[in-house]
């Protein structure tokens, strides 16, 4: 794969402009949101960390029956905060005097489906493919409401689609910089692993492989699943995160504490090894703050994710499998930068116009910003 450029044609060197106005909410309500949002998107991961992987942190191997009525009344508790919180601000944003009746109708019914659907996620599933596609639906319904929260505080994820090639061109270099930092962070995780499995220090570590961990023994699983994991890690813990307590000017160290703590947290069943994933994360973070695009977060994860995941469940075929598919998926990777770089050649950088979406585009400012009103 070939290494990002930091600075190429001039797109990505440059940091978004900062934002004249971000919201008009209290910090304190802000940052209640914020986390209330983390709290979320982790406290069910979490549990199920602690159930499948708590034996390497002393915790009983067995988990009983008791337990897991206990962890799935959790997610169903968490679900329909999640339906209450999301039918709340969508009903808040949609009375007659802004939107049509029928815009009214499908919007509010959309929110009540899409709460009502986490909910039955939530339920315990005889198959598995099925409690997979219910991960999905509980995380892209939670993304949703992360995406309410950050509308009802004036604040956006800038989640607009690239309109001109130079856009594009702008947002490939970003994913090539988040599929770095991905690769960075993992590589050290599993180097950690392998050295402490090495040196049998006795330390916590993941037994076997990390598919076989996280229940995943095809692709199929695996596409699935990382539906949920992009919508839980990206949209919420990074993009929301970021962008709620940044438009609070909050400090640095609060915001990647923030984000930092729940990724190292989620990825515990790793064993000691998960302090790797500081790289992942504070990486993301930095990313983040510094361009403040989500699409490119969440293409780069996800195709790392997989193509890492797919690799892995390739073990069992000849060794050459697995560099013949790096080698085909870097010689892609050349081939479509190529061809933006080609259409973005013509026309110049400073003459394009800046993305907008519907909310108005609220860039992340770097570490010194200008104040901004917070009524």
């Known amino acids: 794969m070939r290494v990002p450029r930091i600075a190429l044609s001039g797109l990505v060197g440059r940091p978004s402009p900062e934002p004249s106005v971000l919201t008009d909410a209290p910090a304190r309500q802000v940052m209640r949101h914020a986390i209330g949002l983390l709290l979320l998107a982790c406290c069910f991961p979490l549990i199920v960390t602690a159930l499948t992987s708590g034996h390497l942190y002393g915790l009983p191997l067995s988990v009983s029956t008791r337990t897991r009525y206990a962890a799935i009344w959790t997610q169903f508790t968490v679900a329909a905060v999640i339906f209450w919180w999301l039918c709340w601000l969508v009903f808040a944003r949609t009375p007659l005097s802004r939107v049509t009746p029928r815009q ?56 607009a689609l690239p309109r001109t090639a130079v856009e594009r061109l702008r947002d490939w270099e ?23 499995r090495w040196t049998g220090a006795g330390v916590p570590v993941m037994k076997g492989g990390q598919m076989a961990t996280l229940g995943v023994d095809n ?31 909050r400090p640095a160290w609060q915001i990647y504490t923030l984000v930092c703590v729940p990724e190292v947290l989620l990825h515990a069943y790793l064993g000691l090894p998960a302090i790797g994933m500081l790289v992942f994360a504070a990486g993301r973070v930095w990313l983040y703050r510094r361009y403040g695009r989500l699409l ?29 598919l790096g080698l085909l998926f870097s010689l892609l990777v050349s081939w479509f930068e190529s061809l933006l770089e080609k259409a973005a050649k013509p026309a110049r950088p400073d003459a394009q116009p800046q993305p907008a979406t519907p909310d108005g585009d609220t860039p992340q400012p770097s570490d010194h910003p200008d104040p901004v009103s917070t009524r």
């Open 104 to 159: 009214r109708l499908l919007q509010r019914g959309a929110a009540v489906l899409a709460g009502a659907a986490g909910m039955y996620a939530t339920a315990p599933f005889p198959i598995p493919l099925a409690q997979v596609v219910g991960s999905a639906v509980f995380g892209c319904v939670l993304a949703w409401l992360a995406l309410e929260v950050c509308r009802a505080h004036r604040v956006s994820l800038r989640i």
């Open 174 to 196: 970003i994913t090539q910089l988040v599929l770095a930092v991905c690769i960075a962070g993992g590589a050290l995780s599993f180097l950690l692993l392998h050295l402490i």
């Open 219 to 249: 692709i199929g699983t695996l596409a699935i699943g990382l539906v949920s994991t992009v919508a839980l890690e990206d949209v919420v813990i990074v993009a929301a995160t970021i962008a709620l307590l940044t438009a609070v000017r």
């Open 296 to 324: 490119p977060f969440m293409a780069a994860h996800f195709t790392f994710d997989l193509v890492g995941g797919g690799l892995m469940l390739m073990q069992g075929l000849p060794f050459w499998y697995r560099p013949a």
